[in-house]
């Protein structure tokens, strides 16, 4: 799976080459009186300092335009990703969509990341990325290190594919990545006020199913498995979702984003629901077809005919982007799959 695969083999190389705590630097030219100097660290502990806010943004990966856009930053972004079809809410996927694009168009499957040239030719003052492979100078990126070696900020987002040292069961670091930037944009008011809507959300949610059994969860994404089994563990975002819930992850004791896992321990931990993620596409019905081929890779697998999940044909489809990728939308993530898993209690 391309997103599997780059966060665990380029993990080590994006840590290594951003310089750790120490990779420090400063990118603002010019410094504002009434900014004043700001500090954040990323999740590779990378740590960025700021007398002004950024003008000149390019973002690497679609992963974290979205906080951008939401937050109204979209004359200060002078390059990103392009953005698969349906991947955002309509208004924001048509100003994704006139943004300059790093990378060229959007190709189904293609994760090369931003190549150095064209980053550099966009003029950035800041870079902000969520996956190893978004600074994996053997693909063909500028590294965190190179970056500020250029007197340039960068950031490494906490809640896409950040290798964590304990599980993550909440949002806290998709609403430490909102704060950061409302730090780095001088956009406090908006930051507090997205992260306490979204606090609200998942607390109306826990109210409701607070006492409520859990259901065993397993996720998985044709697309990027590809027919191959694999475990989203508890350092995935995922985990959080799921957890906010009121279910179970199947593999969260896996001390990881993603590992691979063969399907005899899907079927021997045995899940009761099995959500499918299928990227954004251009309509529902391309979106509904994706899902369908997703719900047939478990029905007509007959290794798989004694899951409690497929013998009951309890299939949660959801959104790839608002699920396992930190964003605007976890807390909507975290509501619509409580209410597929405890139906109950939302009558």
């Not at 679609?62 to 979209?74: A, C, Q």
């Not at 189904?108 to 990341?113: E, I, Y």
């Not at 063969?262 to 979106?287: C, H, M, Y």
Request: glycine share 8%; with cysteine.
């Amino acid at each position: 799976m391309n997103r599997r695969f780059a966060a665990v083999a380029a993990a080590v190389v994006v840590l290594a080459g951003c310089g750790g705590p120490s990779g420090t630097s400063s990118s603002n030219a010019g410094a504002d009186a009434g900014y004043g100097t700001r500090t954040v660290t990323d999740c590779t502990g990378t740590k960025s300092t700021f007398t002004a806010a950024p003008t000149r943004v390019a973002a690497v990966t679609t992963s974290v335009l979205e906080f951008l856009l939401r937050l109204g930053l979209k004359d200060k972004i002078v390059g990103a990703q392009a953005v698969a079809p349906g991947a955002f809410p309509a208004d924001l996927q048509k100003i994704a969509d006139g943004l300059p694009k790093l990378g060229g168009e959007y190709v189904p499957g293609n994760f090369v990341p931003v190549q150095r040239e064209q980053l550099l030719s966009a003029n950035p003052d800041f870079v902000v990325g969520g996956w190893p492979s978004n600074f994996d100078t053997t693909k063909g990126a500028l590294s965190q290190a190179e970056l500020a070696q250029r007197h340039l900020n960068s950031y490494f987002a906490l809640a896409a594919s950040c290798t964590r040292t304990a599980p993550v069961t909440d949002l806290s670091v998709t609403y430490q990545d909102i704060d950061n930037y409302g730090t780095i944009f001088d956009t406090k008011n908006s930051t507090d006020a997205m992260v306490n809507q979204m606090k609200s959300t998942v607390a109306e949610v826990q109210g409701k199913i607070k006492d409520a059994p859990r259901p065993k969860v397993y996720s998985y994404s044709l697309e990027d498995g590809a027919g191959k089994a694999y475990a989203v563990g508890n350092q995935n975002l995922s985990n959080a979702i799921i957890t906010q819930a009121g279910g179970k992850n199947i593999f969260d004791d896996v001390n990881a984003v993603y590992q691979d896992v063969s399907w005899e321990e899907v079927v021997a931990r045995n899940p009761d629901v099995i959500v499918l993620e299928a990227f954004g596409k251009g309509t529902q019905a391309e979106f509904d077809q994706a899902i369908a081929k997703a719900e047939a890779s478990f029905t007509g697998n007959p290794a798989l005919q004694n899951v409690t999940a497929v013998k009951n044909r309890r299939f949660v489809p959801v959104l790839a982007e608002t699920y396992y990728l930190g964003g605007t939308r976890n807390a909507e993530a975290v509501a619509a799959l409580a209410k597929a898993l405890h139906p109950d209690a939302f009558k």
